[in-house]
């Protein structure tokens, strides 16, 4: 998959430019604030349909324009022609995307067709942070691999957030019959089972990649270990990202989201359930979060998105568009050499890269790479 221009009007400090990107490795080189991260959100937004800097979209707007939009042409793999995916999102009223000049119903709709992986300094909190930080690493991740687990996913997070506003009616006295606990157990569970048997086969793969990656930049002196954890466990799980007659067991969820709602009622929300699930990782045997350097930090972090990219090419059939959002800066120049080497390796993978100077790159690398001037939103 490989973008060939991005457009862009009054979005954030652009006022109005387009940028071409070749096949390969492309810098975008400036000093801070000038536009360069503007640029990656706006190709990230059709990968993931929101900020991944968690804003608003109308921030995305700029100061005294009344409507922000971006649009992207990319061309999958085995395809003659581009796609193209477009975003208006006005000041007032409800924003429009269209793939193709076509209307698209919603962002979820959109979701799948551009494929992105993205590192950028927060994505430490996934080392750092709490298991939600894991948690929507791997949402993202299977979201842009499979519709299925999209579907299941926002299902269960809809009932998910009926079932504990019941809880707390329960809570304040009102009855709720047996029949309506297990409704909504019924469902949880279903979806639930689908949601933890995706993300089990996922970390089964994310793992391994990981462990080579992160050998890899450290010369084989220190490995890390992936554990999913989660309520929806057991023995003989079916794998259904690679198996299309996957059916998940939901009687373990069943079970205890029945079994327990008197507890669930005294917490005030629902206590089981794959909204609880975390990846441990460990590092030489402890918890990275507590025992690993900021530099392992960063290593584990940048192996697990390389790593998330090599999966969507295994499952997937193509690689994603590779986003580094001032990555190399804090590495050092044994770690980005390993990384350009591993991501030139094969044809058809695009990288594009933020920096505050060129020289990031080796200047034997020089000729092989596309570099973006950005100065105060506009791009030589």
């Known amino acids: 998959m490989i973008v060939s221009q991005v457009t862009y009007r009054d979005w954030r400090n652009i006022s109005e430019g387009q940028v071409q990107f070749k096949d390969g490795i492309n810098v975008l080189w400036g000093m801070n604030a000038q536009g360069k991260s503007n640029i990656l959100e706006g190709i990230y937004y059709f990968a993931r349909g929101r900020s991944f800097r968690g804003a608003k979209e109308r921030e995305f707007i700029r100061f005294g324009a009344d409507f922000a939009s971006a649009a992207i042409d990319y061309r999958r793999d085995g395809y003659e022609n581009d796609t193209r995916l477009e975003v208006i999102i006005p000041k007032n009223g409800k924003k429009r995307i269209m793939r193709n000049g076509a209307p698209l119903t919603s962002s979820a709709e959109m979701m799948g067709s551009f494929r992105a992986v993205l590192f950028c300094p927060a994505n430490l909190s996934m080392v750092t942070g709490g298991p939600l930080e894991r948690r929507t690493f791997l949402d993202i991740a299977l979201s842009q691999l499979s519709g299925t687990y999209l579907t299941y996913l926002r299902r269960y997070h809809k009932v998910l957030a009926e079932r504990n506003a019941l809880i707390k009616r329960a809570a304040d006295g009102e009855r709720v019959t047996v029949e309506e606990w297990e409704v909504y157990a019924d469902v949880l569970s279903e979806c639930g089972a689908w949601i933890a048997a995706f993300r089990r086969e996922y970390v089964e793969y994310l793992g391994e990649a990981v462990g080579r990656y992160f050998m890899g930049m450290t010369d084989g002196r220190e490995v890390p270990e992936l554990r999913y954890t989660s309520h929806g466990l057991y023995d003989d799980m079916p794998r259904p990202l690679t198996e299309a007659d996957a059916r998940p067991d939901k009687s373990i969820l069943y079970e205890k989201l029945t079994k327990n709602v008197e507890r669930e009622v005294a917490a005030g929300s629902t206590l089981w359930g794959t909204h609880k699930d975390d990846i441990a990782l460990i590092f030489n045997g402890r918890e990275a979060k507590a025992y690993a350097s900021q530099g392992q930090q960063r290593s584990i972090v ?29 590495l050092d120049e044994n770690r980005r050499r390993y990384i350009l080497d591993s991501l030139g390796a094969e044809a058809g993978r695009q990288i594009i890269i933020t920096s505050c100077e060129p020289d990031i790159i080796p200047e034997g690398r020089f000729d092989s790479v596309m570099f973006h001037r950005v100065s105060d939103g506009e791009v030589e």
């Not at 998330?308 to 800066?329: C, M, N, Q, R, W």
Request: charged share 30%; glycine share 6%.
């Open 302 to 330: 940048l192996s697990m998105k390389l790593a998330e990219a090599e999966i969507a090419k295994t499952v997937g059939g193509e690689y994603p568009v590779i986003l580094l959002d001032d990555v190399f800066s804090e």
